[in-house]
T-cell receptor, first 110, second 111 residues
Framework: GENVEQHPSTLSVQEGDSAVIKCTYS??????FPWYKQELGKRPQLIIDIRSNVGEKKDQRIAVTLNKTAKHFSLHITETQPEDSAVYFC?????????FGSGTRLQVQP | NAGVTQTPKFRVLKTGQSMTLLCAQD?????MYWYRQDPGMGLRLIHYSVGEGTTAKGEVPDGYNVSRLKKQNFLLGLESAAPSQTSVYFC??????????FGPGTRLTVT
């Protein structure tokens, strides 16, 4: 996509609480929306993705929702654990490759 | 099965020096990408390739060149390094279905 905005930039939650990270995109042609988790000093790892023909996808404690009309999608993490602490990036499909958001640093307090 | 590997892991250059970063994959993927990651800015696409012998510019291509002479390798070159090129460089590969697999990264410092 042309531009992906991600909020918040930092998020601190208590262990067991839920965390929500939101992204908005501008390219109406985008049809693939992945979320990556990056631990300190490590490579980004895909944790969940969604294509434009569905509105929600779940995988255990994580879920992604997509609103194509409003051009936004969100990552939901339930029952957060200390090992969920990392930087999370959203992305959307660019004409050439993925366009990434600026990242959200999630800190789960034990 | 190593997946995606990058060489070197770390490098310190002086301004004006040149170097080449190597990305190698054994996943038989057609698509390969080079990103740079700066604090607070996510990953930005430098160059990419959709197959052996092809290359194309991404979002921030200035100061970099690339080559894809073999399907399994994608090289990123810095002809005259500048301090603004201090960053972490990630290579990624894909089969064209959008999902990308990242290498471990190269941390480059230009003094």
């Amino acid at each position: 996509g042309e531009n992906v905005e991600q909020h918040p930039s930092t998020l601190s939650v208590q262990e067991g609480d839920s965390a929500v990270i939101k992204c908005t995109y501008s390219d109406s042609a985008s049809n693939y929306f992945p979320w990556y988790k990056q631990e300190l000093g490590k490579r980004p790892q895909l944790i969940i993705d969604i294509r434009s023909n569905v509105g929600e996808k779940k995988d255990q404690r994580i879920a992604v929702t997509l609103n194509k009309t409003a051009k936004h999608f969100s990552l939901h993490i339930t029952e957060t654990q200390p090992e969920d602490s990392a930087v999370y990036f959203c992305a959307d499909t660019g004409r050439r490759a993925l366009t990434f958001g600026s990242g959200t640093r999630l800190q789960v307090q034990p | 099965n190593a997946g995606v590997t990058q060489t070197p892991k770390f490098r310190v250059l002086k301004t004006g020096q040149s170097m080449t970063l190597l990305c190698a994959q054994d996943m038989n993927h057609e698509y390969m990408y080079w990103y740079r990651q700066d604090p607070g800015m996510g990953l930005r696409l430098i160059h990419y390739s959709v197959g052996e012998g092809t290359t194309a510019k991404g979002e921030v291509p200035d100061g970099y060149n690339v080559s894809r002479l073999k399907k399994q390798n994608f090289l990123l070159g810095l002809e005259s390094a500048a301090p603004s090129q201090t960053s972490v460089y990630f290579c990624a590969t894909g089969d064209g279905s959008y999902e990308q697999y990242f290498g471990p990264g190269t941390r480059l410092t230009v003094t």
